[in-house]
């Protein structure tokens, strides 16, 4: 039942703000793919315009072979989970689930008992029973959002759609939630599309994440393929922290001034580059060939790990490098860093 | 945090406010407050009470019984059972195309729903009798098809909706542009048809606004006085509301029969006060939520 959402060249504009440029996306059936993005990226507005919520300008939007823009919004069947809820505060809990299965047509409508029957099972199904009674106003934020995303449900959507489902709530509800509706993902196995900011939760959700920057996808894959294969800058520089050298590549080498830094280099660059390289790849060594010099200027505490700022001659910004536990060095020391692995894009 | 392990803190002589105003400044200002209430809203009620009653309750019976004040009664419960029905729906309309929408020439809509209240209530009734007296543009058609809008029942009620519409709208525009359109948006993707979302989410959303705006209107109506006046032609027993029918008997130095009949309007007040109280007291959470977001 769940079906696939394909994405062609979609372009929309705000008056003057171009807020999506060609945007082209293919979605599996029963994926759960996040779209990850600063705020203005248009990951949003795609979301909406999947949803039917908005007109695209250009383009299309398939479900399936269906194009979407023959359909009406009770046509798509999509169920959308809105960032602040949109539950309606004037009925209780199971009036609000009940709300699109009784606003179908009569001759589609279920039964009133069978109605009732499938608000029972889908507030099993959210961990909410005994709720029904309940109104919005009583509820928990984390409450309140499965009560939206029961009441999204309740249709049998072809999509589920989510805008930053978990953006109101604070931290600790948000981590449960965020297990929660992966679990839940995989017993209902609904195509789905979530919109977040939040590269934690695109990571650890989505089968795969889209990369949107200013209206455009820098990059789609699996979580692991855009964070150890980051395809453009923008994409290596939102994920995680990376530390930035500009650098010359002469053969198999890239060099930071006149010291060579790295080895190994395959791709045919040659000439001025960008080498990114993340905290967690920079080790501090004894002496080795390929080693940048620098003082450690400061030290703090990263999560769990200890961090050092280190100075580098010819760098304006300090790199920032994650400390082995073992590994500690004093403040004003020189050490001698070792890059593991970085990725490098030809200077712009 | 128990208080126990705070150190001991000698009480402050004046207790002020962290607003910084001492306490002789708040008494003064409520005592002005009250003073003002007292002076300009309650005495002159309980007069129009007292006087009502000065010649006895025979003589208040047959005040509010005589032909005339029947008509005007009468007259007064037609007039505003059309005008206000007539302007909950006008005014919602414009309040959801306000707040839901976007459109060329909004700011001008809403510059034009307050426009009633900028206006004297004698130039509202002025401008129709301008448009549809005997020597007004529309007089000579009106007259050849034997409509009578001035001086009938049609004008009344014309004026008293001109004058009164802006309570329900501006009374639901706010309210509705803080919900936003985010129930709506939901309720479509739930397959919800244009109608059922408006009755089903948006109208419930806004009840208590359109309740107190529907009040305010009603008020207005059974009172207006200066647009009806010019419009009406004090025909009695045919074109007189409440409010002219009383000035008339004041007129007359029938003081006592013009304060009964006026008791009644302000008995009307009274009742709209007690009915909002009442509501605010008994559903006052209700209200609070449905106004958050």
């Known amino acids: 039942m769940s079906v696939a959402v394909t994405i062609e060249t979609i372009e929309k504009r705000f008056e003057n703000f171009p807020a999506l440029r060609g945007v082209s996306l ?15 990226s248009g990951k949003t507005t795609l979301l909406r315009l999947i949803a039917g919520l908005e007109q695209a300008d250009r383009g299309r939007v398939l479900f399936g072979d269906t194009d979407t823009h023959d359909l009406s919004l009770r046509e798509r069947r999509i169920g959308f989970v809105f960032q602040h809820y949109a539950l309606f505060k004037t009925m209780n809990v199971a009036d609000n689930i009940a709300f699109g299965p009784r606003s179908r047509p009569h001759r589609e409508r279920a039964s009133e008992s069978e109605i009732r029957k499938r608000v029972s099972e889908l507030l099993e199904l959210v961990q909410l029973q005994g709720l029904e009674k309940r109104y919005p106003s009583q509820l928990s934020g984390g409450q309140r959002q499965r009560v939206a995303l029961a009441r999204a449900l309740a249709i049998e959507p072809r999509v589920l759609l989510l805008d930053e489902p978990f953006g109101a709530l604070d931290a600790r509800v948000r981590k449960d939630l965020r297990g929660w509706l992966r679990e839940l993902h995989g017993r209902t196995g609904h195509t789905t599309v979530f919109v977040t900011h939040d590269q934690e939760e695109a990571l650890e959700l989505a089968d795969r994440v889209a990369i949107l920057n200013d209206g455009r996808i820098e990059q789609v894959g699996s979580a692991d393929d855009v964070y150890d294969h980051p395809a453009t800058p923008f994409v290596c520089e939102f994920l995680g922290e990376a530390n930035k050298l500009p650098v010359k590549v002469v053969g198999s080498q890239a060099f930071f001034g006149d010291r060579p830094v790295l080895g190994g280099i395959q791709q045919n660059q040659g000439g001025a580059a960008s080498l990114y390289v993340r905290p967690q790849h920079l080790r501090i060594v004894d002496e080795t060939p390929l080693a940048l010099p620098g003082t450690v200027e400061h030290l703090r505490r990263n999560g769990p790990l200890r961090r050092a700022e280190v100075a580098v001659e010819g760098l304006k910004k300090r790199l920032d490098v994650d400390l082995a536990s073992q590994v500690a060095p004093a403040i004003g020391e020189r050490v001698r860093l070792r890059i593991t692995h970085g990725n490098l894009f030809a200077a712009a | 945090m128990s208080d126990a392990a705070q150190p001991f803190v000698a009480a402050p002589a004046r207790r002020s406010s962290a607003r910084g105003e001492s306490l002789g400044v708040r008494i003064a200002l409520i005592a002005v407050s009250l003073a003002f209430l007292l002076l300009f809203l309650a005495l002159p009620l309980a007069a129009v009470f007292v006087e009502a009653g000065a010649k006895g309750w025979q003589a208040y019976r047959a005040a509010v ?35 839901k929408f976007e459109f060329r020439g909004k700011n001008l809509l809403i510059s034009l729903i307050d426009l009633p209240f900028s206006v004297s209530p004698v130039i509202s009734g002025l401008v129709f009798v301008l448009l549809f007296g005997a020597q007004g543009y529309f007089g000579p058609w009106l007259q050849a098809h034997d409509i009578k809008i001035v001086f009938a029942l049609p004008g009344l009620i014309l004026a008293t909706i001109f004058v009164t519409f802006p309570f329900v709208a501006r009374e639901l525009i706010p309210h509705m542009e803080s919900l936003g359109t985010a129930d709506e948006e939901a309720a479509l993707t739930l397959g919800a048809s244009p109608w059922r979302v408006f009755f089903r989410v948006t109208l419930p959303n806004v009840k208590w606004s359109l309740f107190y705006g529907v009040l305010l209107c009603n008020a207005r109506a059974m009172g207006e006085f200066g647009a009806v006046a010019v419009v009406s032609g004090k025909i009695r027993g045919l074109t007189n509301t409440m409010p002219l029918h009383i000035e008339i008997l004041y007129n007359e130095y029938m003081g006592a029969a013009a304060f009964a009949v006026a008791s009644l309007l302000a008995g009307l007040a009274l009742v709209t006060l007690a009915l909002k109280t009442f509501l605010e007291w008994r559903f006052g959470d209700e209200i609070a939520a449905s106004r958050q977001h």
Request: glycine share 8%; aromatic share 4%; net charge negative.
């Open chain 1, 26 to 40: 293919d979605i599996q059936p029963g994926e759960l793919v996040a779209l990850l993005g600063p705020s203005g």
């Open chain 2, 65 to 99: 019984t005589e032909p005339d004040a029947q008509a005007a009664i009468r007259l007064t419960l037609l007039v505003a059972a059309i005008a206000v029905p007539f302007n909950i729906v006008v005014g919602l309309a414009a309040a959801w195309a306000i707040a």
